[in-house]
């Protein structure tokens, strides 16, 4: 199935082709819904400009040259020169029919399936996570969903923060508390671990050079200290993963590649940059200078990738795991989920895997920025107490305010249903708020409006899929598999043009990745599809034809609705 559009634009560049030469094939046809027809084209605006002659007379030649038989019905030229589209009705419900049918509702494999690496989540061990990994976390998420929806081979990666000097003072702390440092960390209670020995560190000397020692043991390879380590991390993954199943992230223990993964690359990361002129000496420090990247003065930035006390940073992991993805594992794409203000840096570490040969076309790597998550001042969200807002606790207070939600919507629910809708619910709500605003800009985060029933929120949408589900129970009736489709009301119409766009949207999110634009057609299903619930009976349908025909919308529209919500990691329930 191709979304109508698709043919569309197919038949618009072979007419200007036809009509205007080659040289213009390229001129975007500008195709939108239209209120006097089913889609206009604008194209002839644009290129009449381009040509120097009046847009009414290039549209009547590129209509004169358009071959839309079997798809169009009607195609006027109306005003200055847009192009109005009538499709076929048999032409709309043919196309529906093999959405229903074809057991993809629509959505189609990509024609050259890429190996994709989505890298995110991130959080570091030992800390626990907190609001701030909610946006990496869900947005990677869904974005590793659609790709596989679209046949690429994804391999999720988490970047953990695992290595490094402060496991030096992490693991003396856990030799302090003996026996009871398991039963600390077994709790969950992973920031005040850490506090307590980030205290412990600032305050005793003792005690911080005993950590520095421990950090060069760790590095070393010392077994005693390395089985420590390896049990800090063993607890920290333990407690992500619980993390991961109450938000209904796919991320598992198989997808964890930290710093750890690619200490052991280093050395060799740095001698290849070496041997190829890219690395050199500065004040002490070596650093990699990727063309284009300048200081305020205008001097040359550099990319620190070993720092004046011998020690890498996080630029040479970076440089490590981009080299390992592209040469060893052959991705083809790379995409990062990570913070905006991160963008430089990542823009600088691709520049130099571009310069050393490992990041070429037609591979190719991209930085998924995002903003902040602001509270009701406008400022960093955080509690009342002025701390970082934990990601349990948001997600238990999630399920709490939701609790009350559904249960004031349908108390008729027993206990078990309705706690397992308020879950779904709770953490849904958090989820497409987050994911239905534009990834790059900031967003407040308010309870009110993402639980709320009406507008765009995941309630609205679960809501909506649940009632089309009702009306099938209520009536006792299976859904008409295979019925034919009858276009007799322009709601029934705007309906089919809806549920046709699905793949071509979930297109549009992998090419883009902007999860918004999923939420955005599902809240305009949905609002399609009250429209057409409003005006076109379907139980009392004046026709077994027609009822089955409306039965079969209701059914596809629900199924559409679960499978983009499915994607964004949302659950749909049957009932609310």
Same mark, same amino acid.
């Given at each position: 199935?191709?979304?109508?559009?698709?043919a569309?634009?197919?038949a618009?560049?072979?007419?200007?082709?036809?009509?205007?030469?080659?040289e213009?094939?390229?001129?975007?046809?500008?195709?939108r819904?239209?209120?006097?027809?089913?889609?206009?084209?604008? /194209?002839?605006?644009?290129?009449?400009?381009?040509?120097?002659?009046?847009p009414r007379?290039v549209?009547?030649?590129?209509?004169?040259?358009?071959?839309?038989?079997?798809?169009?019905?009607k195609?006027?030229?109306?005003?200055?020169?847009?192009?109005?589209l009538?499709?076929? @009705?048999?032409?709309?419900?043919r196309?529906? /029919? =093999?959405? #229903?049918?074809?057991g993809?509702?629509?959505?189609?494999?990509a024609?050259?399936?890429e190996t994709v690496?989505?890298?995110?989540?991130?959080?570091n061990?030992?800390k626990?996570?907190?609001?701030?990994h909610?946006?990496?976390?869900?947005?990677?998420?869904?974005?590793?969903?659609?790709?596989?929806?679209?046949?690429?081979?994804?391999?999720?990666?988490?970047?953990?923060?695992? %290595?490094?000097?402060?496991?030096?003072?992490?693991?003396e702390?856990m030799?302090d508390?003996?026996?009871?440092?398991?039963?600390e960390?077994s709790?969950?209670?992973?920031?005040?671990?850490?506090?307590?020995?980030?205290?412990?560190?600032?305050?005793?000397?003792?005690?911080?050079e005993?950590?520095?020692?421990?950090?060069v043991?760790?590095?070393?390879? @010392? +077994?005693?200290?390395?089985?420590?380590?390896?049990q800090?991390?063993?607890?920290?993954?333990?407690?992500? +993963?619980? *993390?991961?199943?109450?938000?209904?992230?796919?991320?598992?223990?198989? @997808?964890?590649?930290?710093?750890?993964?690619?200490?052991?690359?280093?050395?060799d990361?740095?001698? +290849?940059?070496?041997?190829?002129?890219?690395a050199r000496?500065?004040?002490?420090?070596?650093?990699?200078f990727?063309?284009?990247?300048?200081?305020?003065g205008g001097?040359?930035?550099?990319?620190?990738?070993?720092?004046?006390?011998?020690?890498y940073?996080?630029?040479?992991t970076?440089?490590a795991?981009?080299?390992?993805?592209?040469?060893? *594992?052959g991705?083809?794409r790379?995409?990062?989920?990570?913070g905006?203000?991160?963008?430089? !840096?990542?823009?600088?570490?691709?520049?130099? #895997?571009?310069?050393?040969? %490992?990041?070429?076309?037609?591979?190719?790597?991209? !930085?998924?920025?995002?903003?902040?998550?602001?509270?009701?001042?406008?400022?960093?969200?955080?509690?009342?107490?002025?701390d970082?807002?934990?990601?349990?606790?948001?997600?238990?207070? /999630?399920?709490?305010?939701?609790?009350k939600?559904?249960?004031?919507?349908?108390?008729?629910?027993d206990?078990?249903?309705?706690g397992?809708?308020?879950?779904?619910?709770?953490?849904?709500?958090?989820?497409?708020?987050?994911?239905?605003? @534009?990834?790059?800009?900031?967003?407040?985060?308010? %309870?009110?409006?993402?639980?709320?029933?009406e507008?765009?929120? #995941?309630p609205y949408l679960?809501y909506? !899929?649940?009632r089309?589900r009702?009306?099938?129970?209520?009536?006792?009736?299976?859904?008409?598999?295979?019925?034919?489709?009858v276009?007799? +009301?322009?709601?029934e119409?705007?309906?089919?043009? =809806?549920?046709?766009?699905?793949?071509? *949207?979930?297109e549009?999110? #992998? /090419?883009?990745?902007?999860?918004?634009?999923?939420c955005?057609?599902?809240?305009?299903?949905?609002?399609?599809?009250?429209?057409?619930y409003?005006?076109?009976?379907?139980?009392?349908?004046?026709?077994d034809e027609?009822?089955?025909?409306?039965?079969a919308?209701?059914?596809?529209?629900a199924?559409?609705?679960?499978?983009g919500?499915?994607?964004?990691?949302?659950e749909?329930?049957?009932?609310?």
């Amino acid at each position: 199935m191709a979304d109508p559009v698709h043919a569309l634009a197919r038949a618009f560049q072979a007419a200007i082709t036809a009509a205007f030469g080659a040289e213009h094939a390229a001129v975007d046809p500008s195709l939108r819904r239209s209120s006097h027809a089913d889609y206009q084209a604008n /194209a002839a605006m644009a290129l009449g400009n381009r040509l120097g002659r009046p847009p009414r007379e290039v549209a009547a030649a590129i209509v004169a040259a358009l071959q839309l038989d079997g798809i169009c019905r009607k195609v006027e030229i109306a005003g200055p020169g847009f192009v109005n589209l009538t499709l076929e @009705d048999a032409y709309l419900t043919r196309e529906l /029919a =093999e959405t #229903a049918g074809g057991g993809r509702l629509g959505v189609p494999l990509a024609a050259q399936p890429e190996t994709v690496i989505v890298d995110y989540s991130g959080p570091n061990a030992a800390k626990e996570m907190h609001v701030g990994h909610l946006r990496s976390t869900i947005i990677g998420d869904a974005l590793a969903r659609v790709l596989e929806a679209l046949g690429h081979r994804v391999i999720r990666q988490n970047h953990l923060g695992d %290595w490094g000097t402060p496991f030096g003072m992490l693991i003396e702390h856990m030799l302090d508390l003996g026996e009871a440092a398991s039963q600390e960390l077994s709790v969950g209670d992973l920031d005040a671990f850490y506090r307590q020995a980030r205290a412990k560190f600032d305050g005793d000397p003792a005690f911080a050079e005993r950590s520095r020692r421990r950090v060069v043991r760790l590095q070393g390879g @010392d +077994e005693q200290t390395l089985a420590l380590w390896r049990q800090l991390v063993r607890e920290s993954t333990r407690y992500f +993963e619980s *993390v991961y199943r109450r938000l209904g992230v796919t991320l598992t223990d198989a @997808d964890f590649a930290g710093e750890s993964f690619y200490n052991p690359m280093l050395t060799d990361v740095l001698e +290849e940059l070496g041997r190829k002129g890219l690395a050199r000496e500065s004040e002490g420090a070596l650093c990699v200078f990727p063309a284009g990247f300048t200081g305020k003065g205008g001097e040359p930035l550099p990319l620190i990738v070993r720092k004046q006390d011998g020690g890498y940073g996080y630029a040479t992991t970076d440089l490590a795991a981009i080299r390992h993805r592209l040469t060893t *594992v052959g991705a083809r794409r790379i995409i990062y989920v990570v913070g905006a203000p991160q963008s430089q !840096h990542f823009a600088m570490v691709f520049a130099t #895997a571009r310069e050393a040969g %490992w990041l070429a076309p037609p591979a190719r790597a991209e !930085h998924v920025a995002f903003g902040s998550v602001l509270g009701a001042d406008k400022k960093m969200f955080k509690t009342r107490s002025g701390d970082t807002v934990k990601l349990s606790d948001l997600l238990d207070e /999630a399920v709490e305010r939701a609790t009350k939600v559904v249960q004031e919507k349908n108390p008729e629910l027993d206990a078990e249903a309705s706690g397992a809708v308020a879950r779904a619910v709770g953490v849904g709500a958090v989820k497409y708020a987050d994911l239905s605003s @534009d990834r790059i800009k900031d967003y407040v985060f308010d %309870w009110d409006r993402m639980l709320a029933f009406e507008g765009n929120t #995941a309630p609205y949408l679960m809501y909506a !899929h649940a009632r089309i589900r009702s009306i099938f129970r209520k009536a006792g009736v299976e859904s008409p598999r295979g019925a034919g489709i009858v276009l007799g +009301e322009p709601a029934e119409r705007a309906l089919v043009l =809806e549920l046709l766009r699905f793949g071509a *949207v979930l297109e549009d999110v #992998a /090419a883009t990745l902007e999860p918004h634009r999923l939420c955005g057609y599902l809240f305009e299903l949905a609002g399609s599809f009250t429209t057409f619930y409003e005006r076109c009976p379907v139980l009392r349908a004046e026709s077994d034809e027609v009822r089955s025909s409306r039965l079969a919308l209701c059914d596809l529209t629900a199924e559409v609705l679960a499978k983009g919500l499915g994607l964004l990691g949302i659950e749909a329930p049957e009932r609310m």
